[in-house]
Every structure is written in structure tokens, then in C-alpha cells.
């Protein structure tokens, strides 16, 4: 639990309560109750090696209370919800259930007045943000933490925002630390994990948007072509180049070598002349317990005096001691190491509009790798959602995954 709240979980309205009994996987919503997915543990129990929590629950779609508007949020119809791996993890006790899921796209039905003028959003208008619970028909939602979907994005595209386009804007821009500068057009960029969602946000991010000077990723060779079409200068494969066994300075070596290589046959501009495999920012978005731990060999990559490790998971526990302390005393450089950073995201208006803005420009674009339909399940008593978690899971989704066709884009 401490794990999943340090990695995703960011402030908002507590997930719905849940009714065990109310199961309506054929059924229909009343006045008073709504079709959410919610996580329940498996009838028959897995075989093989249990990896993640999630792979011994089954998401299905259940009966729950539908909420209600307030103040200073929005009633939003969600369209389609995005899937993140803290989502698949986030296994509470047997006796409190929960609903799945916190990004969301969807449809504003209510706002109050004061509300919709002080936010700009009204009745009618479609947006995204990150709200918990979200893989519901309704939620209520933070209208400071919620923006406009351009004309130029699919609902599946939107829903693939929160989370990770968010965590990889506070990594890229410091959004939530004082003592680290943000990427700019001097920045040499290292994205561990630049194929999953979150590491290619932040490369549209650190070559589009930051303008940085160089942005290199890890990822497997088969998704060069993607990484370099998202912004990726160079990329290091992981099956050629053994991070964890290469002396450093004979790693160092290795990643010049690549970039020369690499930069020289793009017809884009040469590998920096000073670039010696040393980085200003290494944005890690793999290391984990259930993964290889990166952060010993991207310490040894920093820039003497200047470089930064920014991650957004952690493979041993004291790190994430030191993380959740950071997090809950606001002083990251007193607790965290030196030039070491371990963050949630934290969303706010600011943020989502420029989101919005860079998206309606064309230099952001959510790249969704598998769509699982909620209606299906819905509308099968033996049907369920688990196509979702599993390919979340799978660690081979090379984009967002996204559960669609929750309700009306209209």
C-alpha cells in the first residue's frame, strides 16, 4: 500500500463504497447506483508464480453507489478510463473494496455556476484529468485538476493522459521539488523504460515541449522505431548492453560510442561534442521490486556536481521509507539523497492546461496500445475485465492501456 500511494495516488475524493452483493454485470444503472469495475479476489486460485497482486483478482463490473456533484469539482460521465500499474497493484483488504482505476475522460453533467466561471469549464464540455475511482460510468471530479480535451484527441487518447503524462511532467519540468532545475534546451536526458506510457510521455516531453539538448532512452531494441519517432535520440538496448555487470566507465564508453553511431546516420544534429555518456537527468521509469533496480548504474551516470536521478518507483524499501517521508514532510532535499528525487505527481491547473495546450499543438500524442471494452463485460454475467490488467502487467505494453466504451462520447 505504501508502495502504490507514493507512485500514484494523488489528493481527491475517496473511492466509491462498494456493495458486495449488487453484482450487475446484466444489468442496468438506477437513479441511485452506477456500473463500476471493481477488483474482487479470483473463485479459482491462479496457477503458476503470482507476480503482482493483481493477477489473483478479477476486474469486474459491478453495482455502486452513483456520487454526487459539490462544490469546486464537476459530475463528469466518463467515456474511458486509462490503466496504470499502480491501478493493478493497489490490493486492499478482502473486507474494504474499491473502485478501479484514476484517469478518465469523459463528459461534464454538473457544475455550479461559480464553479464553471472560475474554471472555465461548463455543461456539456469533454475533459480529462486524474480523479480516483474512475473507471466508472460517474465520477465527481477536482475541476482544478481536470482540462479540456482538443478536437484533435480521441476519448481513448484522453483517458491515456493523468497519470502518466502528469508523473512525467513533474519529472521533466521539477514540478514538485525546489532543489532541481527544470530540463531546457542544455539538458542531456536519460529515459529508463522510454516504451512503456510514462517514459513516452516524457520523451515527447523532454525533446518536444523542454527542447532538450539530448534524449537517450533504455528499452528493448524491438521499440527503437517508436522511441525515436516519440523523440529519442539515441536508444540503448537493454538485451545487448548489461547495465548491472559493466564497469561504469566502460558503460560510459559504450553509450558515446552509440550516440555517435546513432546521431550520425539520423539526419538530425550530431551527438553533443562534450557528450561523454554522462546526463544532467536520468528519469527512471522501471526500477521496481518486482524489477531490475537501475538506480546503482544511473547514479554512476550523472554529470559530475550537476546530474539528477529522478524516479518514480523504487526497488528497495529504504528508499521508499525515505520517499514517503519526503512526500509527507516536504523536505525531499533534507531526506531523500543528494541529488536523488522520488516524487508523486501533482497536478494542478496550470499543468493540465499546458497538457492541453501541447496536445491541441500536436507536440504531445498518447500513444494507446490496447482498448478493452466495459460494455462487453457489462453486458456478460461471466465476463470480465481482465484483459486490462493483464497486459498492464505484462510490462510489454508499449503505450497506454485504456478501458473504453464506459458510456456516451455524446
Not at 97 to 113: K, L, N, P, S, W
Not at 139 to 164: F, Y
Request: net charge neutral; aromatic share 6%; with cysteine.
Amino acid at each position: 500500500l505504501a508502495q502504490a500511494r507514493l507512485r500514484g495516488t494523488t489528493p481527491g475524493p475517496s473511492p466509491p463504497s462498494l456493495d458486495p452483493s449488487a453484482s450487475m454485470a446484466c444489468g442496468s444503472s438506477s437513479a441511485d447506483t452506477m456500473r463500476g469495475a471493481v477488483l474482487r479476489a479470483k473463485a479459482q486460485k491462479p496457477e503458476g508464480k503470482v507476480l503482482y497482486p493483481g493477477q489473483k483478482y478479477d476486474l469486474i463490473v459491478s453495482s455502486i453507489p452513483k456520487p454526487r456533484c459539490v462544490a469546486g469539482k464537476a459530475l463528469v460521465r466518463v467515456v474511458a478510463a486509462g490503466v496504470n500499474p499502480v491501478d493493478c497493484k493497489l490490493i486492499l483488504p478482502s473486507w474494504i473494496q474499491h473502485a478501479f482505476g484514476r484517469d478518465y475522460c469523459g463528459v461534464v453533467e454538473e457544475i455550479t455556476e461559480e464553479t464553471s466561471a472560475k474554471r472555465g469549464i461548463k455543461v456539456g464540455d469533454t475533459v480529462m484529468g486524474m480523479s480516483s475511482g474512475s473507471c466508472c460510468e460517474y465520477i465527481v471530479a477536482d475541476t482544478e485538476t481536470m482540462t479540456k480535451v482538443p478536437d484533435n484527441m480521441t476519448p481513448e487518447q484522453a483517458a491515456g493522459m493523468g497519470v502518466a503524462y502528469m508523473t512525467s511532467y513533474d519529472a521533466i519540468f521539477a514540478g514538485t521539488t525546489v532543489g532541481r532545475p527544470p530540463v531546457g534546451e542544455n539538458t542531456r536526458v536519460l529515459i529508463i523504460g522510454g516504451s512503456g506510457g510514462t517514459g513516452l510521455a516524457a520523451l515527447q516531453l523532454a525533446r518536444r515541449c523542454a527542447c532538450a539538448r539530448l534524449v537517450a532512452t533504455v528499452c528493448s531494441g524491438r521499440n527503437e522505431q517508436l522511441v525515436k519517432q516519440e523523440g529519442a535520440d539515441v536508444v540503448f538496448d537493454y538485451t545487448k548492453i548489461d547495465f548491472a555487470a559493466t564497469p561504469a566507465e566502460e558503460l560510459k564508453r559504450i553509450m558515446t560510442e552509440e550516440a555517435v553511431k546513432q546521431m550520425g546516420t539520423e539526419e538530425k544534429r550530431p551527438a553533443p561534442d562534450d557528450f561523454r555518456g554522462e546526463f544532467d537527468l536520468v528519469y527512471d521509469c522501471v526500477s521496481s521490486m518486482e524489477d531490475h533496480d537501475y538506480r546503482p548504474v544511473a547514479n554512476q551516470l550523472l554529470a559530475p556536481g550537476a546530474g539528477h536521478y529522478v524516479a518514480i518507483n523504487a526497488a528497495r524499501p529504504a528508499f521508499w521509507m525515505q520517499g514517503l517521508l519526503a512526500r509527507a514532510t516536504g523536505l525531499g532535499s533534507w531526506v531523500l539523497p543528494s541529488r536523488e528525487d522520488l516524487f508523486l505527481p501533482a497536478p494542478n491547473r496550470e499543468k493540465v492546461d499546458n497538457m492541453s495546450k501541447w496536445f491541441g499543438e500536436g507536440k504531445l500524442r498518447v500513444n494507446v496500445d490496447t482498448v478493452v471494452d466495459f460494455q462487453k463485460a457489462a453486458s456478460d454475467a461471466n465476463a470480465n475485465l481482465n484483459e486490462a490488467i493483464d497486459r498492464q502487467l505484462s510490462r510489454r505494453a508499449t503505450g497506454k492501456v485504456v478501458i473504453g466504451n464506459i458510456g456516451s462520447p455524446k
